[in-house]
């Protein structure tokens, strides 16, 4: 656990190597603000008092009690995020506050959606779930808990190796719950498995999940943490597991090193991305990743496979979004597949390729009118990602604003907040969006409009007049309404 100090700045708690490497590894990290205990009590309180008469505030909970944002704007908590999103990252509109009342019996592994819709699930990190417990959360009370490692796996994998007495806290025994004091935060991958465990307990149990996302890519060779190592400092257990090939990438992508060199027999783990196994496809495509143009061959076979294995080619997809360059031409090859999820994956390791990719925009702007939302989901982040051209890319965002898909919606508005002051003329369309009926749609074009405000006094004009007219009242209640 990471605990602050008051007297020390924002460098003193970015991640080091160990806490880097650990995040990679297990998906997870806990944190701890330094907070009276009162302030935890009072928020505790009060939150008590609201669900039991005003209900759950959901999306609302932070003007409802906006002490809150104190627990975020912690040196601990910032510098974690930092660390993790780089200095850029914003929070997410969504936010809710999850009881755990006596008695409760927890819930299911899962991974959180994307309200409703699905996309391609990304490796590297790029979005952050926050669970701040405002009372001691020790494992009886039902804390969140976490399968470790799981961020990269679709299926409910089993985890790491467990201790004993840790594996016998969940049934499944893959999993544990993630204890902590009174005013810990628990920062997790968002498509890490993680369930609320049982409380067994008299006693209510309360945790705010909020969100946070990266802006901007690693920036080229720079690093946000407190990097002295070349390599992620893996045991000598962990570097033969299976799962090592995508630690190291993770650990290189986060310090913006696009090179990516791995060694190993072509053929032997063409056999093995079509293995049964999800852990052995994945270790499989991100080692064929390193290999250049054998292993892209091999990769390439593997996301234009035309049968009902479809983790084959997302396996595959996973594989040349880290492969460079040299994917290039098998990935544009792919956006005229008559398969959707060929070219929904391929138009996704495009955008996760980043900058390197911006010679094929061209044709993935000629993508806005797909008549497979898959595809425009995954188009509407990879623009942003890519993050080239505005002149191609500003305008197809902007015809995705308007895209019947509401994820699709959502998506081309952070885009557009990606491309900051490029983005101007995309000012009256974010605009409209104000107004969109679905309620992440809104959201992301108030953080587009805030990421121009600098730009454009027009932006930063209809942000003010748009937040007088939601904004609420945190001490306005139905016993005080004046």
């Known amino acids: 656990m990471v605990k602050e100090s008051k007297q020390m700045g924002l460098d003193a708690f970015l991640f080091d190597d160990a806490a880097m490497r650990n995040f990679i590894v297990n998906g997870y990290c806990v944190l701890k603000v330094d907070l009276p205990a009162s302030f935890h009590e009072q928020v505790f309180e009060k939150t008590k008092k609201i669900l039991a008469e005003e209900g759950n505030p959901g999306n609302n909970i932070l003007p409802r009690i906006p002490e809150v944002q104190e627990v975020f704007d912690a040196p601990a908590v910032k510098g974690a995020l930092t660390s993790i999103l780089g200095p850029s990252y914003v929070m997410h509109v969504h936010r809710f506050a999850h009881p755990n009342g006596p008695g409760g019996n927890g819930g299911g592994w899962h991974k959180d959606s994307y309200w409703g819709y699905s996309k391609v699930r990304d490796h590297h990190p790029r979005w952050i779930m926050a669970m701040y417990y405002p009372q001691d959360a020790p494992p009886e009370i039902g804390p969140t808990g976490a399968i470790p490692g799981s961020q990269y796996y679709e299926s409910r994998v089993a985890s790491l190796p467990l201790s004993a007495d840790v594996a016998a806290l969940d049934p499944d025994g893959i999993g544990f719950p993630v204890a902590g004091e009174a005013g810990s935060v628990i920062l997790i991958h968002f498509d890490l498995w993680h369930r609320a465990f049982p409380n067994h ?65 072509a053929e032997a783990l063409k056999t093995a991305l079509w293995d049964s196994s999800e852990e052995t496809r994945l270790s499989a495509a991100y080692t064929l990743g390193g290999l250049g143009a054998a292993g892209v061959a091999v990769l390439r076979e593997g996301l234009l496979y035309d049968g009902e294995r479809d983790e084959v080619r997302r396996a595959a997809c996973y594989g040349l979004s880290v492969a460079g360059v040299a994917a290039l031409p098998t990935l544009t090859e792919a956006l005229s597949s008559e398969s959707e999820r060929t070219r929904g994956y391929s138009v996704y390791a495009l955008g996760d390729l980043g900058a390197r990719a911006a010679e094929t925009l061209p044709a993935l702007t000629a993508l806005t009118d797909d008549p497979s939302a898959f595809v425009r989901r995954q188009l509407a982040d990879a623009l942003g990602q890519i993050k080239s051209q505005p002149d191609l890319s500003v305008p197809a965002l902007t015809c995705l604003l308007k895209d019947p898909d509401g994820q699709t919606r959502f998506n081309a508005a952070y885009g557009l907040a990606k491309f900051r002051e490029k983005a101007v003329a995309a000012v009256p369309a974010l605009t409209e969006a104000l107004a969109d009926e679905n309620r992440y749609v809104r959201g992301h074009a108030t953080i587009a409009l805030e990421q121009l405000g600098s730009a454009s006094p027009e932006a930063l004009k209809t942000l003010i007049h748009h937040f007088h007219t939601t904004r609420w009242c945190p001490i306005t209640t139905r016993e005080s309404t004046f």
């Open 201 to 265: 307990t008299d006693r209510e149990r309360y945790m705010f999940k909020f969100q946070f996302t990266r802006l901007d890519e690693p920036m080229p060779n720079r690093a946000h943490w407190k990097r002295e190592s070349a390599e992620i400092p893996l045991s000598a257990e962990q570097a033969e597991n299976p799962r090592s090939p995508l630690w190291r990438q993770m650990w290189h992508w986060l310090a913006g090193e696009t090179a990516w060199e791995t060694e190993g027999d």
